[in-house]
């Protein structure tokens, strides 16, 4: 059987909802470390053939590269011609911008050295990530690609204190079809999100806000209620949660009684700086956690982490940084509960850094909340949902049953309401938006686990969090439910 920390293929390909607001707008030495720089993923079940391109390595970063391009075509009309002459003398060696796994044990002289040898290899934009111990640099394609030595020219084998590094993977999200660029196609096997507007003004909080509805009832029917006041009235305050997602807008209406609760920031180490999100993914799911309407959880603190500020793909180095950002809050307040919550994928890596990055936060007192994914596959193929220490998230429909997109396996921790979520639309200051997908079941989860972390008014651990969300017992399509119990031991009288 298949399980976490076992590496399914050298690099797959993964989505999850994404919603774009405005159509063909893209602007946007020592000892060995705990960590394990090598989680191996084993495949469970065979590929289907028609998803085997996006387990080759090469295939699956040319395909999600390919989106992108297709994306953009139109703007190809407005850039003068360059000709094949000055393209030759012009263009720079291929660079990746990607991340080094430091050992533990590398004090401040080995981070230097390390950060010194870089450079020489070639490498610029050279930053490190002091609480996780790893470097981002953009470095010619020779350098990371592992076979320098083989030609004679060093590679990141050659620095001292490396233990592991990513190859190239690119993170993103689909586009529902009503907002994709004209005479393009769908990049991925998975069938778009649907995304319908709700007219405004704000409707007062009634049974389509069905997701809150559900998390606070064993059983359907639905009831209509979606308070969680009576064993939950601190409604998150003191949890601290940072959103690694496309931003954030923060004058929408549903984060007005936020205040400076709620900032919208750009990843350390990024070459972006803005925090804002031209995609619109990043404040339903903000708002599912927090809105004062829609959200689980509205007395929490949020800082939005904008880790698509190049466009519609992310990169590895950029969602690090968003990571970084969480645990090194979390080690300079030892006191706040500090909770990840990161609805986006990429394929599982034989040296996944990324899911090492999530383990390392998990040390620093970080607990992570993510997507499992859209594709109708082994949840264990995807990062970061397949790292061990985090808790991953799959997608369940209002008659209780596993959505036909959402991931599935053994790498599900738990499931939650993820089917026609209605909440913050970005392309306004009052409109709501319904979404699908396990991007829109994860907030539902890092909603809940908020509220059990105030209420307690401390740190809990991975396991403690994971076991306080499914407290009420109740499974939905074989996976246990997230549910804010109101028999929760030491919460609720």
């Not at 689909?174 to 196609?185: Q, V």
């Not at 180490?269 to 959200?295: L, M, P, Q």
């Not at 982490?305 to 645990?327: K, Y």
Request: hydrophobic content about 40%; glycine content about 10%.
């Amino acid at each position: 059987m298949r399980g976490r920390g076992q590496h399914p293929c050298d690099s797959c390909t993964s989505v999850d909802a994404w919603y774009h607001p405005i159509p063909g707008d893209h602007n946007e030495g020592g000892a060995r470390s705990p960590f394990p720089a090598v989680l191996n993923k084993p495949l469970g079940r065979r590929i289907p053939p028609a998803m085997a391109t996006l387990f080759r390595p090469v295939a699956s970063v040319a395909a999600v590269v390919g989106a992108a391009s297709v994306m953009v075509a139109a703007l190809a009309a407005t850039v003068p011609a360059v000709s094949a002459a000055s393209a030759d003398t012009a263009a720079p060696a291929p660079t990746e911008r990607n991340v080094l796994v430091l050992d533990l044990s590398c004090g401040t002289r080995c981070v230097a050295q390390a950060v010194r040898k870089t450079k020489k290899l070639g490498c610029t934009d050279v930053f490190f990530f002091d609480t996780l111990r790893m470097i981002a640099a953009t470095c010619p394609k020779e350098v990371f690609s592992g076979n320098g030595t083989a030609a004679g020219v060093p590679d990141l084998s050659s620095v001292s204190g490396v233990v592991a590094w990513s190859l190239p993977r690119l993170f993103r999200t689909s586009t529902p079809a009503a907002h994709r660029p004209p005479g393009t196609i769908p990049t991925t096997a998975l069938g778009p999100p649907r995304g319908r507007l709700i007219p405004v003004p704000i409707p007062p909080r009634q049974r389509r806000f069905w997701g809150l509805d559900r998390i606070n009832q064993v059983a359907l029917p639905l009831d209509g209620i979606s308070s969680t006041a009576a064993c939950y009235p601190l409604a998150g305050d003191g949890v601290h949660v940072f959103v690694i997602d496309t931003g954030c807008r923060t004058d929408h209406q549903q984060f007005a009684h936020m205040g400076s609760r709620l900032t919208a920031v750009a990843p350390v180490g990024a070459n972006y700086t803005h925090g804002h999100d031209k995609f619109g993914h990043g404040s339903h799911v903000i708002g599912t956690i927090a809105g004062i309407d829609t959200g689980v959880a509205p007395s929490v603190n949020v800082t939005s982490v904008n880790v698509f500020g190049h466009g519609p793909v992310a990169i590895e180095a950029d969602i690090i940084g968003g990571v970084e950002m969480a645990a090194a809050y979390a080690v300079a307040h030892p006191s706040t509960p500090v909770l990840l919550s990161a609805s986006l994928g990429g394929g599982y890596q034989k040296d996944d850094v990324l899911a090492t990055a999530m383990e390392r936060a998990a040390a620093a007192g970080v607990v992570s909340i993510t997507a499992s994914g859209n594709d109708d596959l082994d949840a264990c193929w995807f990062s970061p949902g397949g790292a061990p220490r985090v808790i991953n998230v799959a997608n369940g429909d209002r008659h209780d049953l596993l959505a036909e997109t959402s991931n599935f396996g053994s790498c599900i921790d738990v499931i939650a309401p993820g089917t026609h979520i209605v909440s913050v639309d970005a392309r306004d200051r009052t409109s709501l938006v319904d979404f699908s997908g396990t991007s829109m079941a994860a907030p539902h989860v890092t909603g809940v686990a908020a509220l059990v972390l105030g209420q307690v008014g401390r740190r809990l651990s991975r396991e403690e969090v994971l076991r306080a969300v499914t407290w009420g017992r109740v499974t939905v399509a074989g996976y246990p439910l997230a549910y804010a119990s109101p028999v929760l031991r030491g919460v609720c009288p």
